[in-house]
Structure formats: structure tokens, C-alpha cells
């Protein structure tokens, strides 16, 4: 019979394939078992609150106890055992409404709402409206709240129908998500309208901020995941995935909008004092739908009330307007709206900033994304990839494939649109004619429209990147230059005017990739023109992945910049390795180029203005750490080698016997 053994050998100086009686054996890490939010990739605003005196839940078979402890409020916590429990919840628990409470499920606890009822209710503090400061604050932490149910509406746009999983109200009540997971929560009467937030509705609070957490598979009306009234709004590191916005019914304002976040304004009079802000960084929201609008997001805020919106270091991908909506049918995956024009125009009011749209779909306009603001905006190193506008084949008047601008003062700088798809007007942007957009340093790539359009007009004459030209600020880049294959003529094709500021050349793009940073990427390959082709007046400080710009003479077009560096082979050595041969590729070495290794020059040879070559020594090597190995006279950062003390391998033998 034959066994297989495990055991270690004495520790070796190379990583090697081991090969024992023939057989070849590979070891590789275990996949996860379930998706985690997003790595911390922004600096959240708030960590896990620290407990001070907490109730201590014990009976974890049903509900009584933490009912009790949530009425009285202050910090809760539960000692259930070992390992995971879930506690069936039969109905809704209500909270203290003058007491701030901090639920903590340690990482350990799930509330399970069973199809039949809402899990949490913050209720109204008396006179909070009067006096901001009596409104009580809500914490979640490292819990999970599933199957949780809103109770059926029993008038027109009921508030109480709102909230799946949780309700929450009081304008100065600050609502608190931290490393929290909603999934399969619901409101019951979707087709109300107004009827928002499947997992958590708020109303008329301070601020929601939302850290770390995960909404998964959750039902409204609107805001599949979270609906809020007149609440600032923070979401940092987490993750919105299959959320549903399914009001597809027709009459009124405000039905199926908003697949996993729906937010109408972030103050009103109600509530003046609110935390004026929606900030959503370092989150992913990937295959939410909605009916008529916002796939992922759909905000309205107010101008010229101190209001802002960013969206920054975030990816949107997959999210889809579904169904045939009959008005709006906008915004695949955001639907941003200033709901009132106050005279802010001077205002800076949105920012789009290191993030990727791609693949999100509006059944008529903006398959990324559809703004309108009164005041100023900024795209920067952004990616537009493969979004649509409508149909091919529809003869609907889709508009805008990767973005519509309604409105506003909007600087588009070093972003990449590449292969959207229109079946009318701008496969790439459609820009409003109230609309001043400059593009500066921006690529257009392959954005298509629908040859076989014919409603109202063919799409023939229509501008397959722009619908018109946009304002020039300089080094733009668009290919191809006519519409072949599609159509061979120049009318209305140019991203600005004249055609003489456009430089008309293929930017040899990559494939969408990890190509670092936070969020997938369009590189530019070896030799694209793109390089060092930028204005580096108003070129941002760093591209859409954080590494800096620029790398060269000048800025590169696009979201990507080339980064020239320095690449160490081997990059892993130990101490008792002795002497080793180096090899150090780059981009700029003379015959006179030097490599010096933690600040020795050693003797190099020269490869060519890539490639050099020395031999590091066992004196050289030095003790364990990093390493450095720079280039004389070469202008690229430095690149590092691991010292270890030694390196080890496993060595898995069959024992025959």
C-alpha cells in the first residue's frame, strides 16, 4: 500500500518544484468561501467603538434579553458560546429613543428577521426636531442581519412600510455601520410609492456612514440596500452586490430608482442641520438593478446648500436598468441629480475621482452614469469601459453610452473611455446643451453607435465619442478618426474642435485588468503614443491607481500612466546563497550605468539601455531586510530585494510499502 507523508526537510536556499518517484506535487492556497468587502482602501471616518460597561447578552435561543437591553440602551454585547449563533427574531425589536446604543455582534451573531418581520426600530426623539442634540445615536458592528421583512403598507407612501431589516429616524441621530452584513431583507409593499431601503431606511437623521459592511440581495421599491430622506451619507470599503430597486410601476415621481442606494437629499426644512455630504470611497457595487434609474446609486441633493458628492476610489460594474420603464430609464449604474437651481454655479459640487465604470447598462440614457449639477464638477483618472446606452437593434434613443452630462461646469482629466456603446447620440458622453465640458488629457477609445438606428434620425451623423464637440483643454486622444467600420464619413466625430488639438492614433490598450490599485484598469501598452503625449498643466498628482504622475517628460493620456521602473531578478535571495548574478531591467542605462546595491557600485556590464548586469557577492549581500538596488545616473526609482536568513520547502515523499 502506499501512504503519502508531510514532513520538513532542513531549510534550503531556493524555492525548486520537488520531484519525488515521478510525481509532480503543487501546493496552493485555499480559496475563500465566501466574498469579503473590500480591502480598507480608503481611510474610514470612524472604527469599531470601543465598549465600555456593555449588557451582556446570554440567552441567544430567542429575543427577550436583547429586547430588554436595546429599551434601556448604552453598549450590548453577547457571550453566546463558542462559535456562530443565530437568533430568531419573531418581532421587531424597538431601541431606546433617548439613549445611544452600541450593538456589537462581535463577529460572531446573526439576527435572522424569518421572512416575517423588521429586526430593528429606532424610534422618534421627542422634540428632536426643536433641539438637534436629543436626537440618540445607533451603532451596528460586527453583526449580520438577514431575512428580515418591513411590514405591509396601510396608506399611501407609507414610512412605516420603509426598512427592511432597519428603521431608523430623529433629525441629530447619527446611524452607524461598522463591519456589518445585510443579506436577504425586503420591504413587503414594493410597489408603494416612495417605498425605499430593503435592508435599512433612514429618516431625516444627521448622517449614515456605512464602514466595512456588505449588502447582499436585499428588496425595496427604492434602495434595494439603503433609502434615506434628507440624511448626509457616508460609505466607505464595502460592498453592494444583487440588490434590487423593483417598483416598475407607472405614475408618480419616485419608483424604482436606486438598485442598492436611493438618497433623496441630504437636508431639508424639517432637517437644515444634517451632515451635507455624500462621500462614497473605496466601495464596490457590482450587479444591482433598478427600473428607472440608477442601477446602483441614484442621489438627488440640493444646490447651493453646502451640499457635495464624491464618488472616489470606487468600482461600479454590472449594475443594469431592467424591465422597459416608462419615463427616465437613466443612469446605469449612477442617476446624480441637483433637485433645485439656488444660484450655486460657483460651486464645486461633484467629484467622479480614481474609479471604474464598467459593463452597467440604462435602458435609454448614461450607462455608467447620468449627472446633472448646477455648479462645478471633476471627472479625474476615471475608466469607462464597454457601459451602453439602450439596445442595439431597439431603435431607442439611447444617449450617452458611458456618461450624460445634464448640466453644469465639468472638467473631464486624464480618464479613459473606451468601447461604450450607444444605439444614437455619444457612445461615449452626451453633453446637454447647458452643459460646458472641457476634456484635458482624456482617451477615447473604439465608442460605437448602432448602424442600424433610425429613430428619430440615423445614427450616421451623430459623433460616436461626443455628441458635439466638447471645450479643448488640451492633448486629447481619440481613434479611430472616422467611424469605420460603421460609417466612413468625419461629420460631427471630433471629441473638440479643431481637429488639429486631437491627436488621432491607436493608444494600444490593454485588456481591463488588475494592473494595481484599487480598482480594474485600461494600461497602455509598450509603444502607445498616449506616453508622454499629456499636458502635465492641470495632469493630477497621481493616476486613477495612486502611483505617481508623471513618469516621464510629460503626463500620459488617459487614467493609467506608465510607470517606469527598476525590476531586480532575483528578487528573493538568502544570506547563505553566496555569490549571485543580478540582473536589473529598465529604460533609460548608458554604457557608463553603474547598479549599486544598498549604496555599493558594483562592476556592471552592459546589456543595452534596458538591461545590466553584476554579480552581487556572499560580502555584498549584507544581513536580512530589503535591499536596494538603484542605477547610476538613471532617473527611475529604486527597486528592492528580500535578504532572507534562509528559504524553506516542503518536501511530501511516498512512503512505499
Known sequence: MALLAVRSLPQWSRLVGTVVLGLIISLSPASPAQADPPPAVCTPPLEPVTLVNPTVITNCSNQTQLADALVNGGHITFNCGAGPVTIPITSELVTSATQDIVLDGQGLVTLDGQNTTRILNKPFTPNSHVDKTLGNDLTLQNIRLINAKAPAATQTQDSNARGGAVWVTSPGTRLHLINTTFENNRTTSLTDEDNQG????????????????EFINNEAGNGGAFGAIASGLIVYNSRFASNKASDASSGGIVRGHGGAIHLDGVTNSFNPDSHKIVDICGSVFEGNTAVRGGGAIKTTISDNKGTKAHYNRSTFSNNRLVGAPAVEGHGGAIYHI?????????????????????????????????????????????????????????????????????NGLIDIVNTTFANNFATFQGGAIFAGGSTTATLTNALFYQNRLDPSHTNPATSEWQGYHTNRPLTNGGHNLQFPRKKEPDFNNDVNNLITSPDSAILFADPLLGALADNGGPTLTLALQSGSPAINAGTTSGCPSTDQRGLPRPQGSSCDIGAVEVVLQLTASPSLVAIDDGDFSLTVYGSDFTAGSQIVWSGTPLATTFIDSTTLRATVTAADIGPAGQATVTVSGSSLPAATVTVKQSLERIYLPILLK
Open 338 to 406: 441637483e433637485d433645485d437651481y439656488a444660484g450655486g454655479d460657483g460651486e464645486d459640487n461633484l467629484e467622479i475621482n480614481q474609479s471604474t465604470f464598467a459593463n452597467n447598462y440604462a435602458y435609454k440614457q448614461g450607462g455608467g452614469a447620468w449627472i446633472l449639477i448646477r455648479g462645478q464638477g471633476r471627472i479625474v483618472n476615471a475608466t469607462f469601459y464597454a457601459n451602453e446606452a439602450s439596445q442595439a437593434g431597439s431603435n431607442r434613443v439611447g444617449q450617452g453610452g458611458g456618461l450624460i452630462l445634464s
Open 198 to 213: 430593503g435592508a435599512v431606511f433612514a429618516a431625516n437623521i444627521y448622517e449614515t456612514v456605512i464602514v466595512g459592511s
